[in-house]
């Protein structure tokens, strides 16, 4: 189905892995073509409750874009390519559906700008980030200088974009970039715990989560009312029914995400 992409389907999490080990991973055209597909199945596909993305082998999750695509490029050309990735990444953040990096590996450059895109990153111990464009003469173009920002601030970013320095698994813990950080062994098992642990609560307020929090990270002035109005959507569900129905009746909720 894809050339730079391996899928699986598991207990409805969908594992997405950018499969180009000879070239640590590094995304080009195709990549981002195919992870768009890829994504536009997980907004689609019913079976799909959630997602992973990580990259083969245990070097890289991500090592950068293909840097040499980018020579032959001008103005035109150059930022039309930042539009098509930051489109394909947006469709990452805004999923109605979980999406976790399990990042193993070097997350540089576009790899980094990936993984920050997904909903919250689990890093193995040898992971490393670091969005070092200004060693090439440029800046992150997928995203990178927005949400690099957002999550660590901006004092942090401004020094990691500037410097091009690396940060090891254990400080991106520490800056807020990662949220749980395992062996490599460890590291698909324990996305799919949490995600299977998601699974089991109700999936349109699972969406509703997202929306807000993605609304909040962005700073959106109408980020309080679009939590007011999606808090009374979801009396509307009979999910919300069944969850409320459920807990006063002790028992465990059957969600059907109606």
Do not use: W
Not at 132 to 154: D, F, S, W
Not at 229 to 235: L, Q, V
Request: overall charge neutral; charged content about 25%; some cysteine.
């Amino acid at each position: 189905m894809y050339t730079t992409l391996l899928t699986e389907l598991e207990k409805g999490t969908l594992v997405i892995t950018v499969n180009r080990p000879d070239k640590m991973n590094a995304l080009n055209k195709d990549v981002i073509e195919e992870l768009g597909k890829a994504i536009d199945d997980v907004y689609t596909n019913e079976e799909i409750k959630s997602a992973i993305i990580t990259g083969s082998g245990e070097k890289a999750f991500v090592a950068g874009a293909d840097i040499s695509e980018f020579i032959p490029l001008g103005y035109a050309e150059a930022t039309a390519l930042a539009k098509k990735g930051q489109n394909t990444f947006d469709k990452i953040e805004n999923a109605p559906k979980p999406i976790i990096a399990a990042v193993n590996g070097f997350a540089l450059g576009g790899g980094c700008e990936l993984s920050m895109a997904c909903h919250f990153r689990i890093a193995s111990t040898n992971a490393k980030f670091g969005q070092p464009e200004v060693n090439l003469g440029l800046i992150p173009g997928y995203g990178g200088t927005q949400r690099l920002t957002q999550l660590i601030g901006k004092g942090k970013a401004m020094e990691l974009m500037m410097s091009a320095d690396m940060v090891g698994a254990d400080e991106a813990k520490a800056l807020g970039l990662v949220n749980h950080v395992v062996t490599l062994e460890e590291l698909l098992p324990k996305a799919k715990d949490i995600l299977q642990k998601i699974h089991m609560k109700a999936p349109l307020g699972i969406s509703k989560v997202i929306a807000c929090v993605n609304d909040a990270a962005k700073c959106n002035p109408l980020g309080f009312s679009n939590e007011i109005t999606r808090f009374g959507e979801c009396f509307t569900t009979e999910d919300m029914k069944e969850g409320t129905t459920a807990f006063i009746e002790k028992r465990k909720p059957v969600f059907k995400g109606k």
